[in-house]
């Protein structure tokens, strides 16, 4: 086969590949959008939880009552869909892998989709409460709190992602140990540098308010330490590193 060839076949591939991805995501999608208003209110729960009784959403726009739903069960077929996507993905990159980097993808793919998935959980089971107790908490007197659902489902969006991408501090820590970017030992030196950056993060994504910042800083220097020691136990047990041999 020539290289134009090889080319060729590698992008029908992809193309068949991405196709699956997108046909595994409408068929998901298609079967949560009866339940989009359902998941929409479990979404709005830790809010609608801390308001005053009688307090509500709101809706600005004439279309947001159908678009936000619709978009909550995108997000939600997106994450249920996700190991799909991850196989598809994997299965198109696996022909071109050594053995010993197949055996570490799989694990590795594994481990970042329930890292992603435990940081969404963290931030709507421990995050959402403490922020919306404080920004209701924090209303002064007279004022309704009446968010327009859009705007909710922007915020919380934001924050799933921020947590959900801080957990996956671990694998990046194993991953540049792995690939021999940089070793255990300065890992072990940049402590101070990842929790300033740690609460530099906590301050964007989260906000004002000392408690919700530290409950995304503080997972991530702890997430930090617990890569640096799978990392640790992983060269201990010298396991095959990703970079092939020098010739």
């Not at 196709?19 to 298609?30: A, D, T, Y």
């Not at 009784?53 to 709101?58: D, L, P, S």
Request: aromatic share 14%; charged share 10%; hydrophobic share 60%.
């Amino acid at each position: 086969m020539t290289p134009t060839e090889n080319f060729i076949s590698h992008l029908i591939e992809l193309r068949d590949r991405l196709l699956r991805i997108v046909i595994g995501f409408v068929v998901v999608f298609i079967a949560l959008f009866p339940f989009a208003n359902k998941i929409y209110a479990l979404l709005a729960a830790p809010l609608l939880s801390k308001l005053p009784a009688g307090g509500q959403m709101i809706a600005t726009a004439v279309t947001t009552p159908f678009f936000v739903p619709m978009k909550v069960a995108m997000m939600a077929a997106f994450i249920v869909s996700l190991p799909h996507t991850m196989y598809q993905l994997w299965a198109f990159i696996a022909p071109g892998l050594y053995a010993h980097e197949k055996k570490l993808m799989i694990p590795t793919i594994v481990a970042s989709s329930l890292l992603f998935l435990a940081g969404m959980a963290f931030a709507y089971f421990l995050v959402f409460p403490v922020v919306f107790g404080f920004i209701v908490g924090t209303a002064p007197v007279g004022v309704a709190v009446m968010t327009d659902i859009g705007n909710y489902l922007d915020f919380v969006l934001t924050l799933f992602f921020a947590f959900g991408f801080a957990f996956q501090v671990p694998i990046a820590v194993v991953m540049t140990v792995r690939f021999g970017w940089i070793s255990i030992s300065q890992l072990k030196e940049a402590r101070g540098y990842v929790v300033v950056v740690a609460f530099v993060l906590g301050a964007i994504f989260t906000p004002p308010d000392i408690i919700s910042q530290f409950m995304l800083a503080v997972p991530i220097w702890l997430l930090y330490e617990f890569g640096i020691l799978v990392a640790s136990l992983s060269k201990s047990e010298k396991l095959p590193t990703i970079l092939p041999p020098a010739i």
